[in-house]
T-cell receptor, first 113, second 116 residues
């Protein structure tokens, strides 16, 4: 089992719909969780961080964390074509205090007009 | 506000040549990282430096060496380049959070390296 796994893609949604991206992790000691967006040919860009169980909202983005079930998800409401990118889930596997992260393989999202 | 700066942005090497990728951050971060990204493989950690003066191996360290020159700079060296090292290389940095709450990593623009 991979330490961090993301739902297989690619994911295609129509403009205005909700895109749901999921990520599971293997280590129950993990404490910090991040979602990055990566446009083709560009570097990863942080869009959300979450540390506590529950939901965290930032504009059209909502991150959801469930430590008991070991999953973290990202919802994108009112999806726009500009949201088309690869989304990376990152987890501090092992709960290290110096920021070392393990990344999932990424989910490609396409939002079509 | 530069953030994390990587040089060069592109490089083509011949097998067996050596080179050093440079990375500098201006965010006063303690921790720095080097990743490689290959199609279908996601981001894989090569080496990291939790703080100035320390370095540790990541998931794929073979064929690489690193130097944490000071708090700002963290370089990655390929001593004898191989075609398998053709990849996009990203440098990242992060601050130190309280307790076990990690601060997020911030990435440079990457170096696209081709080895013939």
């Amino acid at each position: 089992q991979k330490e961090v796994e993301q739902n297989s893609g690619p994911l295609s949604v129509p403009e205005g719909a909700i895109a749901s991206l999921n990520c599971t992790y293997s280590d129950r000691g993990s404490q910090s969780f991040f979602w990055y967006r990566q446009y083709s040919g560009k570097s990863p860009e942080l869009i959300m961080s979450i540390y506590s169980n529950g939901d965290k909202e930032d504009g059209r983005f909502t991150a959801q964390l469930n430590k008991a079930s070991q999953y973290v998800s990202l919802l994108i409401r009112d999806s726009q074509p500009s949201d088309s990118a690869t989304y990376l889930c990152a987890v501090n596997v092992g709960g290290t205090s110096y920021g070392k992260l393990t990344f999932g393989q990424g989910t490609i999202l396409t939002v079509h007009p | 506000n530069a953030g994390v700066t990587q040089t060069p942005k592109f490089q083509v090497l011949k097998t067996g040549q050596s080179m050093t990728l440079q990375c500098a951050q201006d965010m006063n971060h303690n921790s720095m990282y080097w990743y490689r990204q290959d199609p279908g493989m996601g981001l894989r950690l090569i080496y990291y430096s939790a703080s100035e003066g320390t370095t540790d191996k990541g998931e794929v360290p073979n064929g690489y060496n690193v130097s944490r020159l000071n708090k700002r700079e963290f370089s990655l060296r390929l001593e004898s380049a191989a075609p398998s090292q053709t990849s996009v290389y990203f440098c990242a940095s992060s601050g130190t959070g309280g307790g076990f709450s990690n601060q997020p990593q911030h990435f440079g623009d990457g170096t696209r390296l081709s080895i013939l």
